[in-house]
């Protein structure tokens, strides 16, 4: 008996460039070793590619938006970002603002982003994610966990924009979340380049096996 081929579907995974202390951006690193690769579950494959994004306000409005419609046919978005030492952290949601954090451009958004509410959530159920990384994975409390603060910077300006982006009557759609990375290195809290793209692809496969 023939067995049908499953559907392939296209996820992006976007990290930053280099700002302030950060002359490697870790989640450009992560986003590049994922880039090319390809995640098969029960339901369906999925092909892995990156996209690198500046650390400032209105380029990230002019690339991101169009991501969420034609030609593109991203079903997943999933924007990587360094933030504090510690576990790799899935955010549950974005705030509109206040951004007060300068850029790489030494500016500041004219008040709040746009037209929208005040948070967007992502419609990814990242706890039953967590759960299933601790039964699948082995996940433990230093690897991965819940996070409910993006930061209100570039990272957090990303995540509202591509949650408002996605339910737009126009757009694809796509299921959005984003994911925080600690700083690389083997200090107290930081993690290697090899188990940092190795949680992230992990909790790749927990979104779209669960979404």
């Given at each position: 008996?023939?067995?049908?081929?499953?559907?392939?579907?296209?996820a992006l995974?976007?990290?930053f460039?280099?700002?302030?202390?950060?002359?490697?951006?870790?989640s450009?690193?992560?986003a590049?070793?994922?880039?090319?690769?390809t995640?098969?579950?029960?339901?369906q494959s999925?092909?892995?590619?990156s996209?690198?994004?500046?650390?400032?306000?209105?380029?990230?409005?002019?690339?991101?938006?169009?991501?969420?419609?034609?030609?593109?046919?991203y079903?997943?978005?999933?924007?990587?970002g360094?933030g504090?030492?510690?576990?790799?952290?899935?955010?549950?949601?974005?705030?509109n603002?206040?951004?007060?954090?300068?850029?790489?451009r030494?500016e500041?958004?004219?008040?709040n982003?746009?037209?929208?509410?005040?948070?967007l959530?992502?419609?990814?159920?990242v706890?039953?994610?967590?759960?299933?990384?601790?039964?699948?994975?082995?996940?433990?409390?230093?690897?991965?966990?819940?996070?409910?603060?993006?930061?209100?910077?570039?990272?957090?300006?990303?995540?509202?924009?591509?949650?408002?982006?996605?339910?737009?009557?126009?757009?694809?759609?796509?299921?959005?979340?984003?994911?925080?990375?600690?700083?690389?290195?083997?200090g107290?809290?930081?993690?290697?380049?090899?188990?940092?793209t190795e949680?992230?692809?992990?909790?790749?496969?927990?979104?779209?096996?669960?979404?």
């Amino acid at each position: 008996m023939t067995q049908s081929k499953k559907p392939v579907e296209n996820a992006l995974v976007t990290g930053f460039a280099p700002f302030g202390p950060h002359n490697i951006n870790p989640s450009w690193e992560v986003a590049k070793l994922l880039s090319g690769t390809t995640m098969t579950t029960d339901k369906q494959s999925v092909l892995i590619s990156s996209l690198l994004l500046p650390v400032e306000y209105q380029p990230v409005v002019d690339i991101v938006s169009p991501l969420h419609r034609e030609p593109h046919q991203y079903k997943y978005i999933f924007h990587i970002g360094v933030g504090l030492d510690g576990p790799v952290e899935m955010e549950t949601l974005a705030r509109n603002g206040p951004y007060q954090k300068v850029d790489n451009r030494n500016e500041i958004p004219d008040g709040n982003y746009t037209k929208g509410p005040d948070t967007l959530y992502t419609k990814v159920d990242v706890e039953k994610v967590l759960e299933w990384g601790k039964k699948e994975k082995k996940w433990d409390a230093e690897d991965v966990r819940v996070c409910a603060d993006a930061g209100l910077y570039l990272c957090e300006w990303t995540f509202y924009l591509s949650l408002r982006e996605s339910q737009e009557k126009d757009t694809k759609h796509a299921t959005v979340l984003f994911i925080h990375v600690p700083t690389m290195g083997d200090g107290k809290g930081q993690k290697s380049l090899q188990k940092m793209t190795e949680l992230v692809r992990e909790i790749i496969e927990g979104v779209i096996s669960h979404t």
